[in-house]
């Protein structure tokens, strides 16, 4: 499995607005097996997301996906930063759906 | 819902050990939306831990469940130890399981 933890900064104001367009594509990304989106207690301007893919090749494949160029397309302007990311290796767990494509 | 983001350290050569014990008690933790155990490519000590909870609650509850505490006794001499972690608020995404317990 392939997996990231990515942090972005959101313009501020505009955090639900890109938290909205993550969601809104993360139903039909073939090989994903998990795609949490989250705020940060601590900021209110940070987007947590954290990802599950069966293989990094599924997560690339994504990136061209028409539904997912239109929504980075339109997320873009809403990002003020980008801060940590990790690339990590799944090993296993609880909640992993089944690759939904 | 309730998130973290935790990295371990382990004690050289014990990562796989620690991982099994993490995955040991993941399956019966009332509240758990997601738990997901990673290597990390860059460091071959390092796990990663990204946990869903219905509620802060739910985490905190777990930590006094039998396994869980029996698995931590045995986690501890493992952990060499404790990185980064951060708390998030998950609203939504893909692959969150429905609340186990």
Request: hydrophobic residues 45%; proline residues 5%.
């Amino acid at each position: 499995m392939y997996g990231l933890i990515g942090k972005f900064v959101a313009v501020a104001g505009q955090r639900d607005a890109l938290i909205a367009l993550l969601l809104d594509c993360t139903g039909a990304m073939p090989g994903c097996l998990s795609y949490v989106v989250a705020t940060d207690p601590k900021d209110a301007d940070t987007v947590w997301i954290t990802e599950v893919w069966t293989h990094e090749a599924s997560h690339k494949a994504s990136l061209n996906l028409p539904a997912v160029q239109a929504a980075i397309k339109q997320a873009m302007p809403l990002i003020a930063s980008f801060g940590e990311g990790m690339q990590t290796r799944p090993v296993g767990g609880y909640g992993l759906a089944s690759s939904n494509g």
